[in-house]
């Protein structure tokens, strides 16, 4: 019965989230629902269109090379316009008519979503704060040796070659994740990972 009774409080709690997300983001359902769309790959052409357009713009990044004070400024600056323009351009561009209910659906979806993934953020920081009052040491160990492996990493690799690689797989990991591709590739390596273990156990053995 309490664990009935939490997952109850569970939804409610995320149903209250999601309805507060949509009013806040109502502005930018149209955004919302369109890059929806294209990061599930509803059409061949997105992940192309994905891929090429993160390319085209790492690719001017690289050619102006900006400082980082004027990337930093010119990043927000252009934040401020789109956060300003593209809402009221879509309003007044598209007819009332044009928000369906399956565009309702899709705005919905996208707001539960936003809200589960903040909750499992949220989850995350509460889980690492309890690690560090409980243990201390394995909290400092883990925080340690993981920002060491990233400080390593960062120096393998030049900064703007890893945020390419960053931006494009979060982009493209929806999709790829909606198509099964992703689940095929974890599924295939979890398999060798288990082949791997049972020779080594015949071996024992």
């Given amino acids: 019965m309490a664990t009935a009774g939490m997952e109850i409080s569970k939804e409610n709690l995320l149903a209250a989230e999601t309805a507060r997300l949509e009013e806040q983001l109502q502005r930018w359902g149209d955004v919302l629902v369109a890059a929806e769309r294209a990061l599930r790959w509803e059409k061949p052409v997105y992940p192309v269109a994905i ?3 993160v390319s085209l713009l790492f690719l001017v990044i690289y050619w102006l090379d900006p400082s980082l004070l004027t990337g930093v400024s010119t990043f927000v600056m252009t934040l401020c316009v789109v956060d300003f ?3 009221t351009l879509t309003s007044k561009f598209l007819s009332p008519n044009h928000w369906t209910t399956d ?27 309890d690690l560090r009052e409980e243990k201390p040491l394995v909290y400092l160990a883990t925080v340690t040796v993981g920002l060491l492996v990233l400080a390593w990493i960062g120096e393998q690799f030049h900064n703007l070659l890893l945020t390419y690689m960053l931006v494009m797989s979060l982009l493209l990991l929806p999709g790829l994740n909606r198509h099964g591709v992703l689940s095929k590739y974890v599924g295939m390596a979890r398999d060798r990972i288990n082949t791997l273990l049972k020779r080594k156990d015949a071996k024992r053995e």
């Avoid at 539960?112 to 889980?127: E, M, P, S, V």
Wanted: glycine content about 10%; charged content about 20%.
């Fill in 85 to 87: 323009l593209l809402p």
């Fill in 103 to 129: 565009k309702q659906q899709h705005f919905n979806d996208v707001c539960k979503q936003l809200a589960n993934l903040r909750r499992r953020l949220y989850g995350w920081g509460l889980r690492l704060q």
């Fill in 51 to 53: 891929a090429g357009a």
